[in-house]
């Protein structure tokens, strides 16, 4: 796989086709200032590429470039938050 297309829809990020997705992650809008990742999804046939992170990734430069924080129900992205040191700054657990 060369290049992986990150897209954009109104529940979060995919990868693939929108009725067919290889892999996605979703968000919802907690507040004002927060959206929870409640959902992360990776394919059999892309596990193990590390889609997982850059789907984590595009969350938070999106929550950064629309000024927002934040939390995750989903277990993997909110492991995969809390222990990147990068994403503090928009991660409030």
């Known amino acids: 796989m060369s290049s992986l297309e990150i897209k954009r829809d ?11 997705k ?19 999804e990776v394919s059999e046939n892309l596990q193990g590429q590390g889609v997982g992170g850059k789907l984590v990734q595009a969350v938070v430069d999106y929550a950064r470039e629309n000024n927002l924080n934040i939390t995750a129900t989903c277990p993997y992205a909110e492991k995969k938050l809390s222990r990147t040191d990068e994403y503090l700054d928009v991660f409030v657990g």
Do not use: L, Q, R
């Not at 109104?10 to 067919?20: L, T």
């Not at 290889?22 to 990742?37: G, L, M, Y």
């Open 10 to 20: 109104e529940k979060g990020f995919y990868v693939g086709n929108p009725s067919n």
């Open 22 to 40: 290889d892999a996605e992650i979703t968000f919802v809008k907690k507040d004002e200032d927060t959206i929870d990742i409640d959902h992360t």
